[in-house]
């Protein structure tokens, strides 16, 4: 059964089906928010996956593009007069031809120079976010207007969570396809040997910067889709340690694992809430869970779980 | 073998659902005869000088009043969160506290970020939000709901201008952070300036991790005409523009600080360049200065020395301004014989003479703060220590 759906049919589906009756579970809308805050973070998280896992370059600096779709949505109603929807896609090109435009010279960085080039680039957006307080309201954020979608106000937990679940279910899709494309064979071209992919004719610069501008597409859209949902946007979710929240989740969810970057979300998200009732010690027992998790699954959790599965069958 | 893989990714998956759904367990439904208050504070994170005190404030005075027998009998169970200075993650938290805990009433948010950030909440659930956070748009424009305990910035450019007037200085100079706290200061203080005759006539930024203001104070002490220099900021900054101030040899031209370095941090990190500072501060901080027919002088030093012998640390004026918020909800709720969200608000919005850490609170329909410039005393370093400055000089 299984094998006739084939693989990334049956990871949609139970995604689908997961999405589908978490709800029947969920006492209050506070569980709806926590929700939608994991579909939110794997949006971004699994764009980033894209350019980490597959196609094996480093983005330090990912939130930046999660704050110019954030922005978007504040700026574009607020000081342009642009509908909340039209905001998300000029967010979405915007971050995409900065990712174009930037990428061109900074892909060819590799290791260590690439991290520090892309994290360069998210402290700039999240400076030019922090000082231009006419626009961006500064330090202090600016409110974001409540979408509307002909003539119905969106808000609410319940409804937004099903717009991200949404937003998740495309967005996973479109990564799982990813990987059976020549494109998608490409970056793991480039993921296991760039000089390989460059002999075999990969055009190794080219792909490396698709894979920029899809994950700079897809923190962007995350971006927008948090701001609207919390009515609020601040410099924060442009800032580093929102970077190296994305990249947390990634790494920890497993690198290259599209349901690696959900898993890695959802634990990141859901787990500060959970240590709660620790009070003092939480954020050291969320600590030691990363470490120990980072060190006895360095895959990362969904692709040793996989592979302790495979060990067990054999 | 290959489809063994999927199932157990799908497993992991669903280990999470089970993670999402478990902590309706741990949140188990408590005895009904307590009043719920909820808080969320920057505990942790870069704002935790400001969660820090507001957190161990708040859990000390709630045992106390439980120790006391509650309020109209019933014990007060205190729920926080910590969001680490996080916008994001304070909505969350305000979510659960709303959804989840059902709190009656907040009392909290450490800075305006993370205020700011909840506000659509507890407007929305129609719970009173007494905030800590410092800005003057938490309260302006009024919100039903939302009320805030600390000084606003821009009483604290008014405090410091009237005293510019009551000098007969005309013409000054500005150096602002660009942080939250000094941009949000910066624009005030330009805003009421006029107001008070005072003209800026050179106005310099730093950044908030600059480590030296030489060159923007340069450019002050070449601008002719400078009779006095306003600072806003927070943080180590106005330290070094204090010692860079000394070494160019400004002194003779008097430098004004914020309240946002009201505190013996500063008059360390600046040294002797300290001396003559001056700057508009809570009474909380020279609590033992105060003459006795002070309104504020038993609030105050019964605050700090409960505070002191508690922790063993410093007092602050932040913690204050969460035993403000704390003790105006009480207040309100005996009023209103009841822990009604509505009832209470509305007691809230009567309060009247209340005397805090920060002033004495009179609110109204039109003002959710309830203070005037007289909840600020100019201080001035004298030998490494503030004196109170005498209205008028």
């Not at chain 1, 999240?126 to 626009?135: C, D, L, P, Q, R």
């Not at chain 1, 969106?154 to 990987?179: E, K, Q």
């Not at chain 2, 908030?208 to 070449?222: E, H």
């Not at chain 2, 501060?281 to 020279?286: E, G, P, Q, R, Y």
Request: contains cysteine.
């Amino acid at each position: 059964m299984l094998n006739l759906l084939g693989r990334r049919s049956v990871i949609l589906i139970v995604l689908a089906v997961m999405m589908a009756v978490l709800p029947l579970l969920f006492p209050s809308s506070y569980y709806f928010r926590v929700a939608s805050l994991v579909w939110v973070s794997a949006l971004a998280a699994i764009g980033l996956n894209i350019l980490m896992g597959k196609a094996g370059q480093v983005s330090l600096g990912h939130a930046g593009f999660f704050g110019i779709g954030a922005y978007a949505v504040a700026i574009g109603p607020a000081h342009l007069g642009l509908n909340a929807l039209l905001a998300v896609l000029v967010g979405a090109l915007l971050s995409a031809v900065l990712a174009f435009l930037v990428g061109r010279p900074i892909l060819r960085l590799k290791g260590h120079y690439l991290a520090i080039a892309t994290l360069g680039l998210g402290v700039l957006v999240a400076m030019v976010i922090t000082t231009e307080s006419g626009w961006t309201g500064g330090p202090d954020g600016m409110p974001v207007p409540k979408l509307s979608l002909f003539g119905w106000r969106v808000s609410g937990s319940t409804t937004w969570y099903w717009i991200t679940a949404g937003l998740l279910l495309i967005g996973t899709w479109f990564a799982l396809n990813l990987d059976d494309t020549p494109t998608g064979r490409a970056f793991r071209a480039l993921h296991d040997s760039e000089v390989a992919a460059r002999t075999a004719g990969v055009h190794v610069e080219r792909f490396k910067l698709q894979a920029f501008v899809i994950a700079a597409v897809y923190a962007s859209v995350a971006g927008s889709a948090l701001a609207m949902m919390n009515g609020f946007v601040n410099p924060d979710q442009a800032g580093f340690l929102h970077s190296v929240e994305l990249v947390t989740m990634v790494v920890l969810g497993g690198l290259g694992s599209i349901v690696g970057s959900i898993v890695g979300a959802a634990v990141l998200v859901v787990l500060p809430q959970l240590l709660t009732v620790f009070q003092d010690y939480e954020h050291f027992l969320l600590g030691l869970i990363i470490i120990v998790s980072m060190i006895f699954m360095r895959d990362g959790m969904v692709p040793m779980l996989a592979k302790l599965a495979r060990r067990a069958r054999s | 073998m290959a489809h063994y893989t999927h199932v157990l990714r799908s497993v992991a998956v669903g280990a999470t659902a089970l993670a999402l759904s478990s902590f309706s367990l741990m949140h188990a439904a408590l005895a009904a005869s307590t009043i719920k208050l909820g808080s969320v504070l920057s505990i942790t994170g870069p704002a935790s000088f400001l969660g820090d005190p507001e957190d161990k404030t708040l859990k000390m005075y709630v045992d106390k009043i439980n120790a006391a027998g509650g309020v109209d009998g019933q014990k007060i169970e205190l729920v926080v969160y910590d969001d680490g200075g996080d916008a994001n993650k304070a909505r969350t938290f305000a979510t659960r506290l709303v959804e989840d805990d059902k709190v009656v009433a907040m009392i909290g948010g450490s800075t305006t970020g993370t205020t700011m950030a909840m506000i659509p909440v507890f407007e929305e659930a129609q719970i009173p939000f007494i905030s800590f956070a410092g800005a003057v748009e938490i309260i302006d424009p009024v919100r039903k709901y939302v009320f805030k305990t600390p000084h606003t910035d821009k009483m604290a450019c008014e405090k410091i201008f009237e005293n510019i007037k009551a000098r007969k200085f005309t013409k000054v100079a500005m150096i602002s952070g660009t942080d939250g706290f000094g941009s949000s200061m910066r624009a005030q203080c330009l805003k009421v300036a006029p107001n008070y005759g005072v003209s800026i006539v050179a106005e310099e930024t730093y950044g908030p991790r600059d480590s030296d203001m030489t060159a923007q104070l340069t450019k002050i002490k070449n601008t002719a005409g400078v009779e006095a220099v306003v600072n806003p900021g927070f943080g180590q900054g106005p330290a070094i523009v204090t010692r860079n101030y000394a070494q160019l040899g400004m002194s003779s031209t008097p430098l004004y600080q914020s309240h946002g370095v009201a505190s013996k941090s500063f008059i360390e990190l600046a040294g002797p360049a300290a001396e003559g500072v001056r700057l508009p501060a809570a009474a909380l901080l020279v609590a033992d200065k105060l003459p006795d027919n002070d309104p504020q002088k038993k609030v105050v030093t019964d605050y700090k020395k409960t505070y002191e012998d508690a922790t063993k640390q410093p007092v602050s004026t932040f913690g204050g301004h969460a035993y403000d918020g704390l003790y105006i909800l009480i207040d309100a709720m005996k009023r209103a014989k009841s822990t009604d969200p509505k009832k209470v608000r509305d007691e809230i919005e009567t309060t009247k003479g209340f005397v805090g850490t920060g002033g004495i609170v009179t609110m109204s329909p039109t003002d959710h703060l309830g203070l005037d410039l007289s909840a600020f005393r100019m201080l001035e370093v004298k030998n490494g220590d503030w004196t109170l400055v005498q209205p008028g000089s």
